[in-house]
């Protein structure tokens, strides 16, 4: 039994600031050992993301109480039968716990994994089991079979990618989500080559995730958009030719900026409206992409001719359409070789008991990437 600090959510849309209301408890839990095919985790460094806020404010219904957290690097302390890790072995943590037996995982679609969807959204692990308990004997759930907020975590090894022990977790982490999610989006989703034109909507971790991976694969005109002036400012860093204001002058700009709409459109917000105006941004035999969650029960409204008079091709992208054992090491390679500087998206660094804050900084969009260290 392991003894472990972590942030649970014990109740689900409590009001901003999250300062005040408090709606991540720190607190101190007890870890079963790995059961088989399980590993115990040392968690070095958690992001906090957008789908962590979507449980936390109601938006997507977990069930609670809740270890929240699903981006994280860490080192493995103990191993349960049958996996191929060793303890010292340094791993990020990819929040689809994938099977690699049903027909997805076969077909080389693992983020689209049944038996992992079923087992976070039951909020186990991939065995089924909760291996977090509380001192009055209830048990906690797992968040997207990671739960990184938490000093010790137990994981499948289905969830783990072992990568060099030479980097630091705080960086490793971001690979575990905002990494390939965006890179992957832009690079499998969209699938955007030299010479294209790129929009991308939305510019938190994921979003200039997306736009750093747009310019290595080669995008002439890269326009950012977002309402956050300081979040623009940084896309023009990162090698955005054009930033946009996001409102509704929006799309018209991107097509004056992209002579008549983008042929790749990236949505990372989650949110309708600016789905169907990304969709609207996009040229005649163009592809949107959309990356973001919105709230269950939100329904899209598109002009349903243009998907054929006009050839355009609207894909959802999981994980950004990624296989988290082959991209985490490609994309840390790109990375080490200078071509995905992702250490830029870490605005803020802060302990487990300022949880709450960060999430405050999330909320009204001052922060980019914030991590936890441990």
């Known amino acids: 039994m392991t003894e472990t600090r972590a942030a649970v959510l014990v109740e689900s849309g409590r009001a901003a600031p999250y300062a005040e209301s408090r709606p991540l408890e720190v607190t101190s839990l007890r870890l079963d050992p790995p059961g088989p095919g399980e590993l115990l985790i ?6 906090l993301c957008h789908s962590d806020l979507s449980v936390i404010n ?7 109480p809740m270890a929240l957290g699903h981006e994280a690097a860490g080192e493995v302390v103990e191993v349960g039968e049958g996996t191929e890790f060793e303890p010292g072995d340094h791993v990020v943590l ?11 995982c076969v077909g080389g679609r693992p983020a689209l994994c049944g038996p992992g969807a079923q087992a976070n959204g039951a909020g186990t692990l991939l065995g089924g089991a909760r291996r977090f308990a509380s001192a009055d004997g209830s048990r906690p759930h797992h968040h997207l079979g990671v739960s990184a907020f938490s000093e010790y975590t137990v994981v499948s090894a289905r969830s783990a990618v072992k990568v060099d022990r030479d980097l630091p977790f705080e960086t490793a982490a971001l690979f575990g989500c905002a990494v ?5 989006a ?15 909507f939305g510019l938190g971790g994921v979003g200039l995730a997306a736009l750093l991976a747009a310019k290595a694969a080669g995008a002439a005109t890269l326009v950012a958009i977002d309402v956050v002036p300081h979040k623009r400012d940084l896309a ?3 090698g955005a030719t054009h930033v946009v204001e996001g409102g509704p002058k929006a799309v018209e700009q991107v097509r004056e900026l992209t002579g008549g ?10 949110v309708v409206p600016v789905l169907e105006q990304s969709y609207a941004a996009t040229r005649a035999g163009g592809t949107t992409v959309t990356v973001g969650l919105p709230a269950p029960g939100k329904d899209l409204t598109l002009p349903a001719l243009s998907l054929v008079a006009e050839e355009k091709t609207l894909r959802g992208s999981y994980l950004g359409s990624s296989i988290p054992r082959r991209d985490i090491p490609r994309f840390i390679g790109l990375y080490r070789s200078g071509v995905l500087p992702v250490d830029a998206l870490l605005s803020h660094r802060l302990t487990l008991d300022e949880v709450n804050e960060g999430f405050d900084r999330l909320h009204s969009a001052e922060a980019v990437r914030q991590v936890i260290t441990f």
């Open 42 to 47: 040392k968690v070095g460094a958690a992001g």
């Open 58 to 64: 109601g938006s997507r219904l977990r069930p609670l």
């Open 94 to 104: 990819a929040f689809v716990p994938a099977c690699g037996h049903c027909e997805r």
């Open 180 to 184: 390939l999610t965006g890179a992957g």
């Open 186 to 200: 832009a690079l499998y989703s969209a699938r955007i080559t030299p010479g294209d034109s790129v929009a991308v």
């Open 236 to 238: 023009l860093r990162l």
């Open 261 to 270: 709409g983008a042929e790749k459109v990236i949505d990372t917000t989650g």
